[in-house]
């Protein structure tokens, strides 16, 4: 008896630091991914912000605010990740003050992604109109639209919570995911009714502009064919941004043929819904343009150079400052 309560301890014990392991390696991966992805594209916003060129252009103006939307929207998901599990529960309100930031900037990527369709479509279609239409004054309102848009999803999720919920809730700590905290029935009919919303807004947006652009390809016009291989890519970068909307029917298919391995189907959802999707965008968008490509590669070789420089400097007065010593003791 004294034997088996000692192996079953040591079995116990082992399996927490098999559980504890496994958190921490999937809790470094996802902080690493998201280190290395933001700051990418935080480089890529300082190139676009000494540069005039990209500042007066509506297609680097769309891209920008893709790449600043993905960098909130990596910073609050990885930190719910995070959150959820060092502490597994927090309050309602702190957790609203996350979720929030998270819902708009998610829901904002698919619909940056259907704007700069539109602006493609604009460009290769119709380019003596362009000037016209993709001005930077009606880029910026557009990009007020998005948030606008975005906000509509979430905000009265936020007045339901605090007009319906008793303050015993709120006060409360829950397990920080959307569906616990806006848990109202018309909170989930709200959100599957937007999530509709915007995925036939947006596919709609992909197909009409991709097959426009498809004819006008047909003139074996450059600029065409890479506006349509720019689509192709919108339409595979929305479809895993999109794979959001459906995770909940997902999730629960996911759940019935495998019922035991729960945190390792969150975690898998996780990196191919909000980190794969977020490490595309500078590649798609930014390095995969040429004008934008050369730039950034100016700025990179500048910065290493600059480090060097810095370091040699250094290097050489740690040095000399070593000869003065030993001539001096000498």
């Given at each position: 008896m004294n034997?088996?309560?000692?192996?079953?301890?040591?079995?116990?014990?082992?399996?927490?630091?098999?559980r504890f392991?496994t958190?921490?390696?999937?809790?470094?991966?996802v902080?690493?991914?998201?280190i290395?992805?933001?700051?990418?594209?935080?480089?890529?916003?300082?190139?676009?912000?000494?540069?005039?060129?990209?500042?007066?252009?509506?297609?680097y103006?769309?891209?920008?605010?893709?790449?600043?939307?993905?960098m909130?929207?990596?910073?609050?998901?990885?930190s719910?990740?995070?959150?959820?599990?060092?502490?597994q529960?927090?309050y309602?309100?702190?957790?609203?003050l996350?979720?929030?930031?998270a819902?708009?900037t998610?829901?904002?990527?698919?619909?940056?992604?259907?704007?700069?369709?539109?602006?493609?479509?604009?460009?290769?279609?119709?380019?003596?109109?362009?000037?016209?239409?993709?001005?930077v004054?009606?880029?910026?309102i557009v990009?007020?639209?998005?948030?606008?848009?975005?906000?509509f999803s979430?905000?009265?999720?936020?007045?339901?919570?605090?007009?319906?919920?008793?303050?015993?809730?709120i006060?409360?700590?829950?397990?920080c995911?959307?569906?616990a905290?806006?848990r109202?029935?018309?909170?989930?009919?709200?959100?599957?009714?937007s999530?509709?919303?915007?995925?036939?807004?947006v596919?709609?947006?992909l197909?009409?502009t991709?097959?426009?652009?498809?004819?006008?390809?047909?003139?074996?016009?450059?600029?065409?064919?890479?506006?349509?291989n720019t689509?192709l890519?919108?339409?595979f970068q929305?479809?895993?941004?999109?794979?959001?909307?459906?995770q909940?029917?997902?999730?629960?298919?996911?759940?019935?043929?495998?019922?035991?391995?729960?945190?390792?189907?969150?975690?898998?959802l996780?990196?191919?819904?909000?980190i794969?999707p977020?490490?595309?965008?500078?590649?798609?968008?930014?390095?995969?343009?040429?004008?934008?490509?050369?730039?950034?590669?100016?700025?990179l070789?500048?910065?290493?150079?600059?480090?060097?420089?810095?370091?040699?400097?250094m290097?050489?007065?740690?040095?000399?400052q070593?000869?003065?010593?030993?001539?001096?003791?000498?």
């Amino acid at each position: 008896m004294n034997f088996t309560h000692v192996d079953s301890n040591v079995t116990g014990a082992v399996s927490n630091l098999d559980r504890f392991l496994t958190a921490l390696r999937r809790n470094l991966t996802v902080f690493v991914l998201g280190i290395t992805i933001n700051y990418i594209n935080a480089n890529m916003i300082h190139t676009f912000s000494k540069h005039h060129i990209f500042k007066s252009n509506p297609r680097y103006i769309l891209f920008i605010h893709l790449v600043f939307n993905d960098m909130i929207q990596l910073t609050t998901s990885i930190s719910l990740f995070i959150i959820t599990y060092a502490f597994q529960t927090i309050y309602v309100y702190h957790c609203c003050l996350l979720m929030v930031p998270a819902i708009m900037t998610t829901q904002n990527t698919p619909l940056n992604i259907a704007f700069m369709a539109a602006e493609c479509y604009i460009a290769v279609c119709i380019p003596l109109r362009y000037n016209n239409l993709c001005s930077v004054k009606r880029t910026y309102i557009v990009i007020g639209i998005m948030w606008t848009c975005s906000s509509f999803s979430v905000l009265p999720d936020v007045f339901i919570l605090f007009a319906t919920e008793p303050l015993e809730f709120i006060n409360s700590k829950v397990m920080c995911y959307r569906d616990a905290v806006f848990r109202s029935k018309y909170s989930l009919k709200k959100r599957d009714a937007s999530h509709m919303l915007f995925l036939v807004v947006v596919w709609l947006t992909l197909f009409y502009t991709y097959f426009r652009i498809l004819f006008v390809a047909k003139a074996a016009d450059t600029d065409a064919k890479k506006a349509r291989n720019t689509l192709l890519l919108h339409g595979f970068q929305v479809l895993l941004c999109m794979m959001v909307y459906v995770q909940p029917m997902l999730l629960h298919v996911l759940r019935y043929l495998f019922p035991g391995s729960l945190s390792a189907i969150y975690f898998v959802l996780f990196i191919i819904n909000q980190i794969i999707p977020r490490f595309l965008s500078p590649i798609v968008y930014g390095i995969r343009d040429k004008t934008f490509r050369k730039y950034f590669k100016m700025y990179l070789i500048c910065t290493m150079n600059i480090h060097l420089k810095t370091t040699m400097t250094m290097l050489t007065q740690n040095s000399s400052q070593k000869s003065s010593s030993q001539g001096n003791v000498t």
